[in-house]
């Protein structure tokens, strides 16, 4: 019987050793949390994309690029000033943004028959919130078609600014 109670006394000493007491050991800390909400983002337009004007030798496009360059087909004389849409967006200073453009093509209705408006390109896919503010333009190519009829033909895209 001496013998199996120096085991049993000899067991207790190692689950001592190994750190499996009773809870009269435990510690606690606290840890911090944080959390930061950004400003709202909002974004407005400053300038449509427009084409300028043109006319029409048969079916062909335009496209204004973002620095409101402008490439017309063969088929088409384009005059006029046409300019890139301008857009500012504003939200929480230093902050990333991403912009994102339509990926299907939107028509613009008129007199006649509907154009298609697609291959819509920005100046930048993601802007740094200056001061809490951003600019950017935006361009796209327009497909005129044979013997479009005469008239001013409008049409609305969405663009859309994210926090990254």
């Given at each position: 019987m001496f013998k199996s109670l120096r085991i049993g006394a000899a067991g207790a000493a190692i689950a001592a050793t190994l750190g499996m007491t009773s809870a009269?050991?435990?510690?606690?800390?606290?840890?911090?949390?944080?959390?930061e909400i950004?400003?709202?983002?909002?974004?407005?337009?400053?300038?449509?994309?427009?084409?300028?004007?043109?006319a029409v030798n048969g079916a062909d496009t335009i496209t204004v690029a973002p620095n409101s360059g402008v490439t017309c087909g063969t088929n088409l004389i384009c005059t006029g000033t046409a300019a890139a849409a301008q857009l500012d967006v504003t939200g929480s200073a230093g902050a990333t943004v991403g912009v994102t453009l339509p990926s299907a093509a939107v028509q613009l209705t008129g007199p006649g028959v509907d154009m298609d408006l697609d291959t819509f390109t920005a100046s930048a896919s993601t802007l740094t919130l200056t001061g809490g503010a951003a600019s950017f333009t935006v361009g796209g190519t327009l497909h005129v078609n044979a013997a479009?009829?005469?008239?001013?033909?409008?049409?609305?895209?969405?663009?859309?600014?994210?926090?990254q």
């Amino acid at each position: 019987m001496f013998k199996s109670l120096r085991i049993g006394a000899a067991g207790a000493a190692i689950a001592a050793t190994l750190g499996m007491t009773s809870a009269a050991h435990a510690v606690t800390a606290q840890a911090d949390a944080t959390a930061e909400i950004l400003e709202t983002l909002t974004l407005t337009e400053n300038g449509d994309l427009d084409f300028g004007v043109l006319a029409v030798n048969g079916a062909d496009t335009i496209t204004v690029a973002p620095n409101s360059g402008v490439t017309c087909g063969t088929n088409l004389i384009c005059t006029g000033t046409a300019a890139a849409a301008q857009l500012d967006v504003t939200g929480s200073a230093g902050a990333t943004v991403g912009v994102t453009l339509p990926s299907a093509a939107v028509q613009l209705t008129g007199p006649g028959v509907d154009m298609d408006l697609d291959t819509f390109t920005a100046s930048a896919s993601t802007l740094t919130l200056t001061g809490g503010a951003a600019s950017f333009t935006v361009g796209g190519t327009l497909h005129v078609n044979a013997a479009q009829a005469a008239g001013t033909y409008t049409g609305q895209f969405d663009v859309e600014v994210e926090y990254q």
